[in-house]
């Protein structure tokens, strides 16, 4: 059974860094490698949003609210995927999801972590 634990939220001010982790478990040993994980966020009555992917073959892709403050990385040895979030935002306040997905027909979520940036 494949899961995966989301830690390192909190409340923070705005300017401050978080950085968030994803411990995966469960996997087939030799195929964590081989998800895309990514990290996405969600507020209360809107749609899950992408924020970060780094593929299996080692690309990293941000949306573009992200692509200047947040780094997505990923320890395939360690089934980890982190999220480093610098200048933070109260709009960056949300729960926040790792996510794996595989061949467009594996997808496994977390249950998430919540970040609240105070003003």
């Known amino acids: 059974q494949v899961q995966l634990v989301e830690t390192g939220g909190g409340v923070v001010q705005s300017g401050g860094s978080l950085n968030l982790s994803c411990v995966a478990s469960?996997?087939?040993?030799?195929?964590?490698?081989?998800?895309?994980m990514s990290w996405y966020r969600q507020t209360p009555g809107k749609d899950r949003e992408l924020i970060a992917t780094?593929?299996?073959?080692?690309?990293?892709k941000y949306a573009d609210f992200a692509a200047d403050r947040f780094i997505i990385s990923r320890d395939n040895a360690r089934w980890k995927l982190d999220l480093q979030m610098n200048s933070l935002k109260p709009e960056d306040s949300a729960t926040y999801y790792c996510?794996?997905?595989?061949?467009?027909?594996?997808?496994?979520w977390g249950r998430g972590t919540q970040v609240t940036v105070s003003a």
């Open positions: 780094y593929s299996a073959g080692g690309f990293t």
């Open positions: 469960g996997f087939t040993p030799g195929t964590y490698q081989n998800y895309a």
């Open positions: 996510n794996a997905e595989f061949g467009g027909y594996l997808d496994f």
